[in-house]
């Protein structure tokens, strides 16, 4: 085994200290940047590890993944995700930072790069109780986080504050391992190593947008995007006349898609896409968070396979067995079925106005629903995968019944927390019998349920272990799980599976056909994703055709992340285990949660925006659309926000997109009669085509993956290039020119009313109205939308000069603050004398509402923030100016920043950066502060010079704390921890290793002390839940 390194690369830096750290064996041999080790690609790629099998590994964490496992640890869930956080988010803004300062010069702007990433990790480290990332002692994630940063934190002067980031990355620093490879590989010089200099100056620069990706540790889903104005893709010559090749091609050289036509089965030589997402409960009105996790996220990918002319099919459907069926009954005073009816046509409506275009949305109360379920339950049973036991289960003797896994709650034996269901913690992912709960509820009459015991069905999941083991390492890694949908698998296998009852004691519900159980239903969860066969079955009668031919189909499901063990485990185990051919999951897709403001949804309480409720907005599907999908929670949770909502339609929308296709309309109609003008391309005008080319590139790319968040940001990007290409030629003033001026008008009119044209095409997944609309108006022919996603993507001149085009307007409307706030206010919940008034007097069988959600996040109910009277009270504020004024800040900032990625003169832009600093300054007036923080700061998230957590007097001065005792005591804690870690490798005498435990617990009691807490917790908690 031999690792490839190469002097002044960062990126080796990690796997160096990861080598030393694990203690693996390896040849270590230094190239050059330009080295091309891995033979089959056509770019360097370094470091890069050989394997003995002669394969080669060229990614940093994977190399650093593959280390950990041969030297026999094995990476936690927590320590991937940290590592999948540091490739993604971190890494990215690390190398935009290192570009600016050693090759740019530009050290003072680093901090707006790098605050994001460094915020997060600085927060999430002051949440620990551990002195590290994932633990006491120091793990890889420490050590790979440390090396990515290493070559900006070893510059204090670059990034001052985020204390406690400071104090983790001296700890980590003092490791032999860390050490050893900064200096290997920088000479432990950092940023001053002229080594380093030397590898970025062979790096192509940073592509605007890369490092930018929203998510955890960038900025923020509801913030501004950055101001990378300096931040271009490097073209080469060959790229650009290949672009301009390209375009000169026209519709006419490439493949049509076929449309339609129903029904869609599979066809030999096609790519076959079957999408399902979650099949959502009946009785639950879907709210946003809802709508995006599943249903939203699956249209989309399914509409942009149909562009690329794959042959797909869509289906979903409502899930209509179960309990809370029946409670929904009884409170309504309607059967299930009518019940199942009434809410399926509600679903129906909700989908339909959101524009979700299934091939067939079906349900699961069906004939076929029954056939299939127990024709797989027989399969099962004849060969073996079921066994019998008796059950301990709830039954409530208020509710007269046994108690379904989620109306049952309680405190979870796992993590203590005090809100699990009874069948999952969503704390700490956990599976839960609801008999083990501590505390155990009923949540329909709040009673204490007591313990019965019956007779049930299980599916013997450990006998089907292995050929699951061996399944999913297929499926993960041909296909594209998302990396929370492949950490909560591997936690559930890791842990080893156990059986898992298919049976429940409740009347609606498909029917077990055995004998001895004639008197149950089948469980939800063995049930339920069955459904996905059964409504393919009601939508042709040749469903085998999808569902029954592994070798021709490709599945995608769609889900939250709640949902992922019953479709990687459960469900694939009951097909595998029924041995008839089925198809099973090829790429499993799994989103974060969606927060409303600084909330959770809650239909009872009134808090958010449910599907039924969105139409009355006045706000267009299509921007509902928009907005959930730029903030779809793909790497963690994240939150819809009213503010946000209208800042990016208002600039993203209005003023970018918006912005650049309807002035390229605007200039063919206005000075050109309605016809595209002739082109006569320059070298700037091939060079767009390059930018937009690469950009449509990149959002294939991601799309093909399922990036769908970020492959919208490629959209954005393509309407930037263009109103800045429209900026500097200014067609406006040319066409009143001499004839060359009136030509060069034409050619940037006719190359941006064909860019507006491309949009077009890549928003349909996204905006179907939008996108249908720009088409008329540009009167596009058909063809674009079958053609210009076909292959690697292709931006063809699909208008050519003499192609009339339609009546040009307006696409988007300005949201305005008024309207912002009623709609804030109306979907914020009730107010505290409204909840005194309309709360119900106390019942012991009174009925919840079935969508209300465990509010562990709610804040009181009365804030400063949230009373406008209060707010004023307290610091003589103006909430409602502070709210006007905080979206005119907003607008004015991104006005600001058009006008430098424009290149706008610097007076032009002076002057509107004067209006933006007195709008803010007229906005902290509004909010009661002092205005001159805001002129003198600058940066937005500055703070103050000194603090209690960043002056050591002042820290002393507030609790009694020494600070300078404590930085002592911490190194030295982590020096002990870390000669603890290493008697544990060492596998030394119990004896040894626990006389250093009690000198590093004693550490740590001191360390406690030093920073002023009570240190019992330390000594008394241990690990961390």
């Known amino acids: 085994m031999k690792l490839f390194v190469s002097d002044g690369n960062p990126h080796c830096v990690k796997v160096l200290a ?68 540091e490739a993604t988010e971190l890494q990215p803004a690390v190398m935009h930072a290192l570009h600016m300062v050693v090759l740019q010069g530009k050290g003072a702007e680093t901090p707006r790069v790098l605050q994001g990433p460094l915020s997060y990790l600085d927060q999430s480290l002051s949440q620990r109780t551990t002195l590290f990332l994932t633990a006491e002692m120091v793990s890889v994630a420490d050590v790979v986080l440390w090396a990515a940063l290493y070559p900006i934190l070893s510059d204090s002067s670059l990034v001052s504050g985020n204390q406690t980031l400071q104090l983790w990355f001296e700890r980590v620093g003092m490791l032999a391992a860390c050490v050893s490879a900064a200096q290997t590989v920088l000479q432990g010089k950092g940023l001053k190593a002229e080594s380093l200099k030397t590898y970025l100056q062979r790096q192509p620069t ?87 996790g599943c249903v939203l996220s699956a249209d989309v990918f399914a509409r942009y396979g149909r562009l690329r002319g794959w042959n797909v099919l869509y289906v979903c459907g409502t899930d209509e067995y179960g309990t ?124 204490t349920p007591v313990v019965q015991s019956s007779k049930h069905l299980f599916l013997d999941l450990p006998k089907l272990e292995a050929e ?8 993960t890694g041909s296909g594209d799980w998302t990396a929370n949908a492949k950490q909560i698998t591997r936690s559930w296998v890791r842990d080893g599976l156990k059986p898992r009852c298919i049976t429940r004691d409740l009347k609606w519900g498909t029917p077990v056909p055995h004998p001895d159980f004639s008197d149950k239903v089948f469980y939800v969860w063995f049930d339920a994703p069955i459904g996905y066969l059964s409504i393919t079955a009601n939508y042709t009668d040749q469903w085998e055709k999808w569902w029954k031919n592994p070798q021709q189909v490709e599945l995608y499901n769609f889900m939250a992340k709640d949902n992922v063990p019953f479709h990687s485990v459960v469900f694939p185990c009951s097909l ?5 051919n089925y198809t099973l999951v090829n790429h499993l897709v799994a989103t974060e949660y969606l927060n409303y403001e600084d909330t959770k949804f809650s239909k009872s309480r009134g808090v958010g925006v449910f599907g039924d409720m969105a139409k009355d907005t006045g706000i267009p599907s299509d921007v509902w659309r928009f907005y959930l999908l730029y903030l779809r929670p793909e790497g963690q949770d994240s939150a819809f926000s009213w503010v946000d909502m209208a800042t990016k339609n208002n600039s993203e929308l209005l003023n970018n997109l918006g912005n650049f296709i309807n002035r390229a309309g605007m200039f063919v109609s206005k000075f050109f009669e309605s016809c595209v003008p002739a082109m006569a391309l320059q070298q700037e005008d091939k060079r767009l085509l390059a930018q937009v080319g690469w950009e449509l590139k990149q959002y294939i790319n991601l799309m093909d993956r399922v990036k769908i968040r970020d492959a919208l940001k490629c959209i954005l990007n393509i309407s930037r290039h263009g109103n800045q290409y429209i900026q500097v030629n200014e067609p406006w003033k040319k066409i009143k020119g001499d004839e060359t001026d009136r030509q060069r008008s034409g050619t940037v009119t006719g190359v941006s009313v064909n860019v507006a044209c491309l949009l077009s095409v890549m928003l349909q997944p996204y905006m179907p109205t939008v996108s249908h609309t720009i088409r008329q108006q540009l009167n596009a022919p058909p063809s674009v939308t079958g053609t210009l996603l076909q292959g690697t993507g292709n931006f063809v001149c699909s208008l050519p000069a003499g192609h009339h085009i339609g009546t040009v307007s307006p696409l988007f409307q300005k949201l305005e603050s008024e309207q912002i706030e009623s ?70 900032a991104e006005k600001v920043r058009t006008l430098k990625g424009q290149k706008a003169e610097k007076t032009v832009i002076g002057a509107e950066v004067t209006k933006l600093l007195e709008l803010k300054k007229q906005l902290s007036l509004a909010e009661g502060k002092d205005p001159e923080p805001v002129l003198t700061k600058g940066k937005k998230n500055a703070q103050p010079a000194t603090t209690p957590a960043s002056d050591p007097a002042a820290q002393t001065a507030v609790n009694g704390a020494d600070a300078e005792r404590a930085r002592e005591l911490t190194l030295a804690v982590a020096e002990q921890g870390e000669k603890v870690r290493t008697l544990k490798g060492q596998k030394a005498e119990k004896t040894v290793i626990g006389a250093e435990v009690t000198k590093l617990l004693e550490l740590k009691k001191q360390l406690s002390l030093a920073e002023g807490k009570n240190p019992e917790p330390v000594l008394t908690k241990g690990k961390k839940k």
């Not at 699951?468 to 499926?475: F, I, N, T």
């Not at 595998?576 to 008839?580: I, Y």
């Open 206 to 292: 940073t592509h605007h947008g890369q490092g930018q990706v929203q998510g955890r540790g960038t900025q923020p889903c509801n913030s501004p995007e950055g101001d990378d104005d300096d931040d271009d893709c490097v073209l080469s010559e060959e790229e650009i006349q290949s672009a301009a090749v390209t375009w000169g091609k026209g519709l006419t050289d490439l493949p049509m898609v076929p449309e339609r036509q129903h029904p869609i089965l599979p066809q030999e030589g096609k790519r076959n896409v079957l999408v399902t997402s979650a099949l959502p409960y009946v009785n639950n009105v879907p709210h946003l968070g809802n709508i995006i």
């Open 576 to 580: 595998l285990g029924a041995q008839d």
């Open 823 to 892: 709609l804030k206010k109306r979907f914020g919940g009730q107010q505290p004398e409204e909840e005194e008034e309309a709360k119900p007097k106390p019942k012991t069988t009174a009925q919840p509402d079935v969508n209300a959600q465990p509010d562990v996040n709610a804040q009181p109910a009365t804030t400063p923030a949230s009373d406008p009277a209060a707010q004023t009270a307290v610091n003589g504020a103006d909430a409602e100016r502070a709210r006007e004024l905080t979206l005119a800040v907003a607008e004015q």
């Open 324 to 447: 809370a069926t029946e409670n929904k009954a009884r409170e309504e005073g309607l059967t299930a079925q009518q019940i199942c009816d009434k809410y399926h046509a509600v679903h129906a409506s909700i989908y339909q106005w959101f524009q979700v275009d299934f091939d067939f949305f079906g349900r699961t109360t069906t004939k076929k629903q029954t056939e299939i379920a127990q024709n797989i339950f027989w399969r099962l049973h004849e060969r073996g995968f079921l066994l019998e036991d008796i059950v301990e289960q709830l039954r409530c003797e208020a509710c007269q019944r046994f108690l379904a896994d989620r109306f049952v709650e309680g405190t979870c034996p796992f993590c203590s927390y005090p809100e699990a269901r009874g069948d999952q913690c969503d704390k700490c992912g956990k599976l839960i019998n609801a008999v083990e709960l501590r505390e155990p509820t009923c949540k329909v009459c709040s009673q």
């Open 18 to 85: 990861v080598l030393e750290f694990t203690g693996v064996k390896c040849d270590v041999k230094h190239v050059n940047h330009e080295e091309r080790v891995v033979p089959y690609l056509s770019r360097p790629a370094l470091p890069a590890l050989l394997l003995p099998s002669g394969t080669h590994l060229f990614s940093p964490n994977s190399i650093c993944q593959y280390l950990i496992e041969l030297n026999g640890q094995e990476s936690s869930d927590i320590v991937n995700q940290w590592l999948e956080w």
């Open 468 to 475: 699951l083991e061996q399944w999913l390492e297929r499926s």
